[in-house]
């Protein structure tokens, strides 16, 4: 109590001394003890609502983007403001309702007995996922551009391959023309260029050789 009292600054300081001073000239006893020194600023310095305000606080505190250790920290400053005296269980209970649904799902098939342990397990649990997280964003797939498709130089997009036309319909009043079955050959000598094998003269076949005929 008397370590406390000289912690006391500005406005505390002067309604301490003021306390002990009214006391005095009332010639009422001394606040000696811790425990009634402690109900005397509480009554001074915390507004009336001030249990029911932590109450309310602890009975609505979720995890949400605080991570395990913020939330734990936050969940036991309530107890000790609300003064909560409850079986170990219920304390359990009441953690795990405002943690992480995802967390707290793990957390409950595991084997605990005590408050801290089930912290620890939070924790644990948070740090896996996390883990797990990173080595996705890790791993980033890519894409293999199809060999078939020319690329752009300096681009990695394919471009699109150029659209082939219809083929046209013929209309009614032309006529379908059908390929030939067996086209004519031709010669691949001109009748200028032909040499009968006989006398070997050009521009006639061995049939019209002139050498060959006999004269009546």
Known sequence: MKIVALRLRKYASLWWTNLNAKRTRERKSKIVSWDKMKAKMKARFLPFTYVQDQYMLLNHLNQGKMSVEEYTREFEKLMIKCDIHEPEEQTMVRYLGGLDPGIASVVELQAYTTFDEVCVLAHKVEQQRKSRMNVRDSFKPYSVPNRGQPLNKGSTTPQPKPSTPFPSIPQKNQATQRPLLNPPCPN???????????????GHIPSDCPSCKVLP
Do not use: A, T
């Open 188 to 202: 691949p000598y001109p009748i200028n260029q032909r040499r009968c094998y006989k006398c070997q003269g050009l």
